[in-house]
């Protein structure tokens, strides 16, 4: 059985990489794919774990050598998804958690059709604002764009499979792992089982 592409997006700052670290550390079977971006690094992030950080060039280059399965610039850098740690994973039975921004998520979709989309939304987009204001590193002309950004996105999130609200971050991990079982059970999925034994 192949791997599945679960696909997260949503504001910058609602949570994604935390809850993404709790499903990977609790679940054997479940690997995280770790982006490129030009972005510079913040503090505390680790590079090939994080992100593999890349300058202009570099992203570019990956983009040439046809190495990314999407790509996507968010407020001013590039940021795309290694596409054969993908294959490998999905052709070994592994499923695949990915914090994708929205337009790479669709684009996603489009190649990869089951990839299951999640939008993971705050209680509201002043949490957000808040949140990003804590994280203490954003200048004042890059949160509002990352604000107007946050806007944007939560009018798209009527695209997705799933909305995973992010007001407490156990049911928030929770709900997202509910998927991924629901998702296991899909008649496609099981419909083999049956067959055989009749
Ligand atoms: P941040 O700079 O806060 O780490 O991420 C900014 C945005 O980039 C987030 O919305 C995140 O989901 C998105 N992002 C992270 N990795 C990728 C990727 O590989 N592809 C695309 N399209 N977006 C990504």
Redesign the pocket.
């Known amino acids: 059985m192949r791997g599945k592409l679960y696909v997260?997006?949503?504001?910058?700052?609602v949570g994604?990489n935390t809850i993404l670290s709790r499903i990977v550390s609790t679940q054997p079977n479940v690997q995280y794919?770790v982006?490129?971006?030009s972005?510079p690094m913040?503090p505390g992030e680790v590079e090939g774990i994080s992100?593999y950080f890349l300058d202009r060039p570099g992203f570019e280059r990956l983009i040439e050598q046809d190495e990314l399965l999407?790509?996507?610039e968010?407020?001013g850098?590039y940021?795309?998804?290694p596409a054969t740690p993908i294959r490998k994973a999905v052709g070994a039975g592994i499923d695949v958690v990915?914090?994708?921004?929205v337009?790479?998520?669709l684009?996603i979709k489009k190649r990869v059709p089951d990839a299951v989309l999640i939008f993971l939304a705050a209680s509201s987009l002043d949490v957000i604002r808040q949140r990003l204001e804590r994280r203490g590193d954003v200048r004042p002309d890059v949160m509002a764009r990352r604000l107007e950004r946050a806007r944007w996105?939560y009018s798209q999130a009527c695209r997705y499979d799933y909305i995973v609200l992010n007001d407490e971050i156990a049911r928030a991990t929770g709900e997202m792992l509910s998927i991924m079982t629901a998702e296991k059970c899909k008649t496609m999925e099981r419909i083999h089982l049956i067959e055989e034994e009749l």
């Not at 990915?98 to 921004?101: A, G, K, P, Q």
């Open positions: 997260v997006s949503g504001p910058s700052g994604k794919s982006s490129a971006t972005r913040r992100y999407e790509y996507a968010y407020v850098n940021y795309g998804t990915m914090d994708v921004d337009v790479g998520a684009k996105e």
